[in-house]
């Protein structure tokens, strides 16, 4: 399933077609733009007498689309636990993982000096701190 036919087995050239079996194979030559969202990237390949191998598929997704903002962010601190929880709602599904950074004030820079922790998507809310 090597797409660029390095498995020297007399491979002529791979050609693909996007999102469909159906239409016109086109000779892979160079890199192949993809667009965002989900795209099934079909491939095959054809060795020097002409035989053509079984379709290999690969689904891709892209998404170059920024997340949507993180709203209602509260915090409380526990004496008692000697903790902080910080509470926010995230309402998009590709969040991957959120920042967290300490400021002084509400000025936050983002700078390495100031990155405090990361949430990965499994527990975006009710993170304690």
């Known amino acids: 399933n090597n797409p660029n036919g390095n498995d020297n087995y007399n491979v002529d050239y ?3 077609q996007l999102n ?5 194979w086109t000779k892979y030559t160079s890199t192949v733009e993809i667009n965002e969202g989900t795209t099934k990237f079909y491939y095959q390949s ?5 035989n ?10 892209v998404d170059i689309s920024a997340p949507n903002a993180v709203e ?13 929880s910080i509470y926010w709602e995230a309402k998009d599904d590709d ?19 100031n990155f405090f922790i990361m949430v990965d998507k499994n527990r975006l809310n009710g993170q304690k701190v």
């Open 95 to 113: 969040i991957d993982f959120i920042k967290i950074y300490k400021s002084e004030n509400s000025n936050v820079d983002q700078s390495s000096s």
């Open 20 to 24: 469909s079996t159906a239409g016109t």
């Open 72 to 84: 209602n962010v509260g915090a409380s601190f526990s004496s008692i636990l000697t903790e902080t």
């Open 46 to 50: 054809v060795d020097k007498a002409g």
């Open 14 to 16: 791979i050609q693909y």
């Open 52 to 61: 053509i191998s079984a379709i290999g598929l690969k689904n891709i997704s």
